[in-house]
């Protein structure tokens, strides 16, 4: 009894459909049909006639749904075995083989830079230039503003730099709109 809990436990973390598992479950929906069994016989209600059509369907799902997992199993390693057997035998090619291009003739092949090399056109061939053999861009040297200008960029620098709205109250405005009643 014992290591079939053990076992049921580490089933719990294996993926998959486990035997103990199989079992902890038929034994589980088996006392609960025998459970609802009896309290129909007690009770003669139609709800536990319910309740067992549901718990045998549910039931019934669970055990085939693993059947179809050990299916699927078995048909999986079936096919690794007949891959296994076709490469015993050299009737496979390798996967490296598989995945391997033909060789290609290196003066048919083309790569992009080297369709762009071989262009007559100047444009295109310029842009595969590199760039120690580009001419240098001249710098854009930066537009003189006006005194004017500058005097407007330095108001503006620092409205913006005291607040972020831009507006700065003062006493005096407060006591205009107060009318210097206070005074």
């Given at each position: 009894?014992?290591?079939?809990?053990e076992?049921?436990?580490?089933?719990?973390?294996?993926?998959?459909?486990?035997p103990?598992?199989?079992?902890?479950?038929?034994?589980?929906?088996?006392?609960?049909?025998?459970?609802?069994?009896?309290?129909?016989?007690?009770?003669?209600?139609?709800h536990?006639?319910?309740?067992?059509?549901?718990?045998?369907?549910?039931?019934?799902?669970?055990?085939?749904?693993s059947?179809?997992?050990k299916?699927?199993?078995?048909?999986?390693?079936?096919?690794?075995?007949?891959?296994?057997?076709?490469?015993?035998?050299?009737?496979?090619?390798?996967?490296?083989?598989?995945?391997m291009?033909?060789?290609?003739?290196s003066?048919?092949?083309?790569?992009?830079?080297?369709?762009?090399?071989?262009?007559?056109?100047?444009?295109?061939?310029?842009?595969?230039?590199?760039?120690?053999?580009?001419?240098?861009?001249?710098?854009?040297?930066?537009?003189?503003?006006?005194a004017?200008?500058?005097?407007?960029?330095?108001?503006?620098?620092?409205?913006?730099s005291?607040?972020?709205?831009?507006y700065?109250s003062?006493?005096?405005?407060?006591?205009?709109?107060?009318?210097?009643?206070?005074?």
């Open positions: 009894m014992a290591s079939f809990l076992d049921l436990w580490s089933s719990i973390f294996t993926p998959g459909p486990t103990s598992l199989l079992v902890a479950t038929n034994a589980t929906f088996a006392s609960l049909q025998f459970l609802l069994f009896v309290l129909l016989i007690v009770t003669h209600s139609v536990f006639v319910v309740l067992s059509f549901l718990s045998g369907a549910l039931w019934w799902s669970i055990n085939w749904f059947n179809e997992v299916e699927v199993r078995i048909r999986e390693e079936e096919k690794e075995r007949q891959k296994a057997r076709l490469v015993m035998k050299g009737k496979q090619k390798t996967a490296d083989a598989v995945r291009p033909a060789v290609i003739d003066t048919e092949s083309e790569t992009e830079t080297e369709s762009l090399a071989g262009d007559k056109d100047p444009i295109a061939s310029s842009a595969i230039t590199s760039s120690a053999e580009r001419p240098p861009i001249p710098a854009n040297p930066a537009p003189q503003l006006s004017k200008d500058e005097a407007l960029r330095k108001r503006r620098s620092l409205v913006e005291s607040g972020s709205s831009g700065m003062t006493d005096s405005e407060w006591e205009k709109v107060d009318g210097g009643k206070n005074s």
